[in-house]
């Protein structure tokens, strides 16, 4: 979709030929919302529908919460599918009315912003506080470490930005607490954060040598203190040619004295207690039970469950909010 640089901003400043405000024009155009039409056809829809509900949008709002952080490609956790546009404009500006499709939060000044995917999206901090009120911690957490990991933002500016006083700062410095931006993935920051909250202590990407130095294997978690590396495999290693490169990996692991673990997501999500079970036994401290109850409270909080999706579908309805 062609964006003409006046597009940017706001559907008084410009319009864009292939986005209609208005009635329909015809079969090639697509409803986006009530009054909204774009061309039909398009490489990727989603981003041109939010180019087109820009045109709808006073020049001093920006995509925000959710909606900026999938512009800016960071991982998400399973969200529901009836979650509304996400944008920030200061107080005094006239917003269109879309309930249930459009949340608007209001400032105080103009949101700060950059420009991806040829739209106004709020910056990395502006985007982490916004969805701070509306995520669970766990996925807050996750979100920090895509942040980190596309290095759209640093941890100074990410504790600058815990410094402000506003909604949901206080789950943010939680996520910040418990972020690193060594992680690979999004499974990676679970399995992390199960092993945190269940009182161990790990390194992440840490790597394995011999006892001449020469390298051996890099481990996406390493319990400090015992020579055992977890890493969460993924759908990729299920392929016959990397079923082949993780064997020959175990063997050297094996050789070199050091045991590997490997975990699935259904390990992680269904299974936790045997992760942490073993866990407790490479570490040689007993094992109780009981410690799972920190992660399974992130996790039924969390969107990867029904109910937690229910909750963050609640709070992040169409209502406007202030922020």
């Known amino acids: ?4 640089g006046e597009a ?5 400043a410009g319009r864009d030929p292939d986005v209609v405000v208005g009635r329909r024009r015809g079969a090639s155009w697509v409803r986006v919302t009530r009054g909204l039409h774009r061309r039909a056809g398009v490489t990727d829809p989603r981003v041109a529908d939010l180019v087109a509900w820009q045109m709808l949008l006073p020049a001093e709002a920006a995509f925000s919460a959710l909606t900026a952080a999938w512009l800016r490609g960071w991982d998400l956790t399973p969200l529901p599918e009836d979650l509304p546009v996400c944008a920030a404009m200061p107080y005094g500006v006239t917003a269109p009315v879309r309930p249930g499709q459009l949340r608007v939060t209001r400032h105080r000044v103009p949101p700060p912003h950059d420009v991806r995917r040829g739209v106004r999206v709020t910056t990395a901090a502006e985007t982490l506080l916004t969805c701070a009120p509306l995520l669970s911690l766990l996925d807050l957490v996750v979100l920090v470490d895509s942040a980190l990991r596309a290095r759209d933002i640093d941890l100074l500016e990410l504790f600058l930005t815990c410094r402000q006083h506003r909604r949901g700062v206080g789950r943010l410095r939680q996520a910040v607490a418990l972020a690193d931006a060594q992680t690979d993935s999004v499974m990676e920051t679970l399995l992390r954060v199960l092993y945190v909250v269940c009182g161990l202590d790990v390194e992440t990407q840490h790597t394995v040598r011999d ?5 051996v294997a890099r481990g996406d978690v390493w319990l400090r203190g015992t020579r055992t590396l977890a890493d969460y495999d993924g759908a990729v290693h299920a392929d016959r ?20 673990r490997a975990y699935t997501d259904d390990d992680l999500l269904h299974r ?8 407790d036994d490479a570490v040689g401290r007993a094992h109780d039970p009981g410690r799972i109850r920190a992660w399974t409270t992130l996790y039924r909080e969390s969107s990867w469950t029904a109910a937690g999706r229910s909750e963050l579908s609640r709070r992040h309805g169409g209502r406007r909010r202030v922020a």
Not at 8 to 12: C, I, M
Not at 211 to 215: I, V
Not at 241 to 260: E, M, N, P, T
């Open 211 to 215: 006892a001449d130095g020469g390298f």
């Open 1 to 4: 979709m062609e964006v003409r």
């Open 241 to 260: 040619r990397r079923q082949r490169v993780d064997r020959r990996r175990d063997r050297r692991i094996a050789d070199a004295d050091w045991v590997g």
């Open 8 to 12: 940017l901003g706001g559907a008084e």
């Open 272 to 279: 936790p207690i045997t992760i942490l079970r073993e866990a």
